[in-house]
């Protein structure tokens, strides 16, 4: 009988890199990101799926669902879990340098496409910018996840036109950069709508239009594009809800303030 090979540490983080990329309905042994891992790391999808649920599991919000996920292996990954909630920076990025590694794809060519303005940097500030611009990439892949690849005002599904919206802005809560649950998918107009405040999302998640734009209500491109919005609620993501306190924070701080008086 063969021995039983145990899973070491770059791939329970590679496990929990694609946990956080798949929507929850999708951690069957079926989904082609699941059997794309298990070829790369030499495992049948089967276990691959299980080391998911196993991270479900552990996972605060299923666990305030009631959601068991899957328990036996749950010892092997509580570490990585608690490792990536207390440095989510450092694990995710670490856990896309081991991706492209297994790739044999260089990290900075894999993410080429967000790293132009790089090209010309050298030493730690490189570093610090490619560094930066793989997370900023990785939580937009996990936001989009977290909404079911589609727009959480108008349903659009294309993903190159899908940005990760941060509730509260990158520069402004380190901690909570990379957390899900500060993020909403929006198509890239209303992005840009929400990050200028001209648009924001309440506690209950409807959708507010600033006092600035209503100045415009006869206007087509507001009837068209800002009107039929008013109180209608984003979609619901499949696992983070936006966390009201990131949303109070918005409605404070961006919305309405840092909409430009038209």
């Not at 929990?16 to 030499?42: A, H, M």
């Not at 196993?54 to 899957?70: S, Y």
Request: aromatic share 10%; charged share 30%; with cysteine.
């Amino acid at each position: 009988m063969a021995e039983r090979r145990l899973w070491t540490r770059e791939e329970l983080i590679l496990a929990l890199n694609l946990y956080l990329k798949l929507p929850f309905g999708k951690l069957d042994s079926r989904t082609p990101e699941i059997i794309q891992l298990g070829s790369i790391i030499d495992r049948n999808a089967n276990a691959v799926s299980m080391r998911l649920n196993n991270f479900a599991a552990v996972d605060p919000f299923h666990q305030q669902r009631g959601i068991k996920g899957l328990q036996n292996g749950v010892k092997q990954v509580q570490p990585i879990w608690n490792e990536f909630i207390n440095n989510k920076e450092l694990l995710l990025y670490e856990s896309e340098k081991i991706l492209a590694e297994k790739e044999h794809i260089p990290l900075e060519k894999k993410y080429a496409d967000v790293l132009t303005d790089a090209k010309d940097l050298k030493g730690e500030d490189k570093i610090r910018m490619v560094k930066t611009r793989v997370n900023q990439e990785v939580f937009r892949e996990m936001v989009i996840a977290n909404y079911e690849g589609k727009c959480a005002v108008t349903g659009i599904d294309i993903q190159p036109l899908l940005l990760a919206s941060h509730i509260i802005p990158w520069s402004k809560n380190e901690q909570e950069r990379l957390n899900p649950e500060n993020g909403i998918c929006l198509s890239a107009f209303y992005d840009r709508a929400f990050d200028k405040g001209y648009i924001g999302v309440n506690e209950k998640f409807e959708v507010l239009v600033s006092s600035h734009l209503k100045k415009k209500a006869k206007a087509d491109y507001y009837l068209k594009h800002f009107a039929p919005l008013t109180g209608v609620k984003i979609n619901t993501p499949s696992k983070y809800l936006p966390r009201k306190e990131f949303l109070q924070y918005h409605l404070g701080e961006i919305f309405e303030k840092h909409a430009a008086i038209i």
